[in-house]
């Protein structure tokens, strides 16, 4: 019974991250939503940005936390450990729904591009971004990151086993695609508004400090990382460098 439940809370996670994974495509693009990430402001602009600020920095905080292997550590003392990242995602979900809710628009334009072939260009750059994002969590292992491998393997009593360290496809050529295309949908729009840049100001500095706290708990698990690190750029393709550090140095 005990491990039915396990398994319930883990899918139960997972069906409100996908939810929520695709209402922020809306939100950031301002399509299928109630709320968007420029819907029309109502409150004073230095609320607006104290309470947004707020958000942003809810959400790295509990991200990176919740993330660190410590906290782990401690979290699986009062919960299952089979649970311990679906309760990682869902603790994620949550704080991105109460950005969403709470989020408050702040008018002002800082950039408008009319001519139709580069918004055109934008909008599929914004797309790519999403595309990127869900495919790269595929190529690592998808049902792993999220917590449902987890669940369905206590479902059927068997042990938990680590992931071996693989760069497949993007991964060889990109350390971290996922960000790069989350990168991608936060800065591709064809009208940046002072709310939008703002989110995307706040994320990308998240994301870059968070890439260093990841590659820290990835030195300390897989040691192989270091090499990797050392050829393959970190969020931008960089072309010749991965060939470059093959090649064998001179006498």
Same mark, same amino acid.
């Given at each position: 019974?005990?491990?039915?439940?396990? =398994?319930?809370?883990?899918a139960l996670s997972y069906i409100v991250f996908f939810l929520t994974f695709l209402y922020a495509i809306g939100f950031v693009g301002n399509i299928y939503v109630?709320? *968007?990430?420029?819907?029309?402001?109502?409150? #004073?602009?230095?609320?607006?940005?104290?309470?947004?600020? *707020? +958000?942003?920095?809810?959400?790295?905080?509990? !991200?990176?936390? /919740?993330?660190?292997?410590?906290?782990?550590?401690?979290?699986?003392?009062?919960?299952?450990?089979?649970?311990?990242?679906?309760?990682?995602? +869902?603790?994620?979900?949550?704080?991105?729904?109460? %950005?969403?809710?709470?989020?408050?628009?702040?008018?002002?334009?800082?950039?408008?591009?009319?001519? #139709?072939?580069?918004?055109?260009?934008?909008?599929?750059? &914004?797309?790519?971004?999403? +595309?990127?994002?869900?495919?790269?969590? &595929?190529?690592?292992? !998808?049902?792993?990151? &999220?917590?449902?491998?987890?669940?369905?393997?206590?479902?059927?009593?068997?042990?938990?086993? $680590?992931?071996?360290?693989?760069?497949? %496809? /993007?991964?060889? &050529?990109?350390? !971290?695609?996922?960000? +790069?295309? =989350?990168?991608? *949908?936060?800065? /591709?729009?064809?009208? /940046?508004?002072?709310?939008h840049l703002l989110f995307a100001l706040g994320t990308t500095g998240y994301i870059l400090v968070a890439i260093q706290l990841e590659e820290r708990d990835l030195?300390?698990? !897989? #040691? $192989? @990382?270091? $090499? @990797?690190?050392?050829?393959?750029?970190?969020?931008?393709?960089?072309? *010749?460098?991965?060939?470059?550090?093959?090649?064998? $140095?001179?006498?």
């Amino acid at each position: 019974m005990q491990r039915i439940l396990v =398994f319930a809370y883990g899918a139960l996670s997972y069906i409100v991250f996908f939810l929520t994974f695709l209402y922020a495509i809306g939100f950031v693009g301002n399509i299928y939503v109630p709320k *968007g990430i420029d819907s029309a402001p109502q409150v #004073p602009l230095l609320t607006a940005l104290l309470v947004n600020l *707020g +958000l942003l920095a809810l959400f790295a905080v509990q !991200h990176s936390l /919740m993330a660190r292997p410590f906290f782990k550590r401690w979290i699986t003392r009062f919960i299952p450990q089979a649970i311990e990242r679906s309760t990682y995602v +869902l603790a994620s979900s949550l704080a991105l729904i109460a %950005l969403f809710v709470f989020w408050q628009p702040m008018g002002g334009v800082i950039w408008a591009v009319n001519q #139709p072939l580069l918004v055109a260009l934008l909008q599929t750059l &914004f797309v790519l971004g999403w +595309l990127i994002v869900l495919s790269s969590t &595929f190529l690592i292992n !998808h049902f792993d990151l &999220f917590g449902l491998r987890q669940v369905w393997l206590n479902l059927r009593n068997k042990p938990y086993t $680590e992931l071996r360290f693989v760069t497949p %496809l /993007m991964y060889s &050529f990109c350390r !971290h695609p996922l960000y +790069l295309g =989350f990168l991608l *949908g936060f800065w /591709m729009t064809p009208v /940046m508004t002072v709310a939008h840049l703002l989110f995307a100001l706040g994320t990308t500095g998240y994301i870059l400090v968070a890439i260093q706290l990841e590659e820290r708990d990835l030195i300390d698990a !897989h #040691p $192989e @990382y270091l $090499e @990797y690190r050392r050829r393959v750029p970190m969020i931008i393709p960089i072309p *010749g460098r991965r060939r470059a550090a093959h090649a064998p $140095e001179a006498a």
